[in-house]
């Protein structure tokens, strides 16, 4: 039968779509990416000046997720700590799959390749850029996806899952639909995003790896992020 996105799916979809076009990385950030030294101390504080500023960015694209700012406020912190590394995941593989305009690609993979983490966390760090890039998904699957992925109900710590689902729902509905609509001749592809959701925890697991061995190596990392991330 015909897939059709109703009017209220329609002003979700915008509402999103908006909010992630609103909120992105400045371009005095991402531009650095061109200019620093390429030693593997540089590129790391680099990348941590990138996270940071992605967190907050991500926080403010959260506030914007209709029915957010009305859950818990526990809750909130929780779910935001709890799909951030998943969120910027996200983020940094759309850099990879769009042909970003001053090969920021290149220069990006050559500063992560080279900022002191181990080789057994690059291979499936490049591998998961390589299999969304191979999506190519659209700007509004990538926002619902990212709103999709802040609203996982079983987050560590969340309370109140019931009411994260209901949130969620709606995004995941509409993110179906918008599969069907634009990748007619490839019924699996909703299927295939949701399959790059549960790469996304595995790489959880990696990362928390990643800054173990940073700090060992007494890398430092920022206040936001050590907030987000529980370390220090
Ligand atoms: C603290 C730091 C060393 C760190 O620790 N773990 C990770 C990480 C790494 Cl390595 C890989 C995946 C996830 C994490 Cl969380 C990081 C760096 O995280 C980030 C986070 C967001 C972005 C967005 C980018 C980006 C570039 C150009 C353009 C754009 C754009 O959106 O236009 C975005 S790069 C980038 C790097």
Redesign the pocket.
């Known amino acids: 039968e015909k897939v059709e996105i109703t009017k209220e799916q329609e002003a979700l979809m915008k509402l999103i779509v908006d909010a992630y076009n609103k909120h ?2 400045p371009q005095d950030v ?1 531009k650095k ?1 061109l200019q620093e030294q390429y030693s593997t101390e540089e ?3 680099l ?2 000046e ?6 907050q ?1 991500l926080v403010e694209f959260t506030k914007n997720i209709p029915g957010f700012l009305s859950l818990d406020h526990e809750d909130q912190i929780a779910l935001l700590k709890g799909s ?2 998943e969120a ?2 996200l ?5 990879f799959s769009r042909k ?1 305009p001053i090969g ?1 690609t290149e220069v ?1 993979e050559e500063r ?1 390749r080279k ?3 181990s080789e057994e966390f690059i291979t499936p ?1 490049f591998n998961f850029y390589k299999t969304v890039g191979e999506l190519h998904m659209s700007l509004e699957e990538q926002a619902l996806l990212t709103a999709v992925t802040i609203l996982t109900p079983d987050r560590p710590y969340v309370k109140d899952q019931q009411t994260v689902e209901l949130l969620q729902e709606p995004m995941v509905d509409l993110l179906k639909k918008l599969c069907v609509l634009q990748h007619p001749q490839e019924p699996q592809y909703f299927a295939r995003l949701l399959g790059r959701l549960t790469e996304l925890r595995t ?1 959880n697991h990696y ?1 928390a790896e ?2 173990t061995s ?1 700090r060992v190596n007494d ?1 430092k ?2 206040p936001l ?1 050590c907030e987000i991330w529980d370390v220090q």
């Open positions: 992105q990385l991402t990416l590129n790391f504080i990348l941590t990138i996270a940071t500023s992605q967190v960015v951030a590394v910027m995941f983020r940094s593989a759309q850099v970003m920021h990006l992560i900022s002191g983490i760090l790489l990362h990643m800054l940073w890398h990392f920022t992020l």
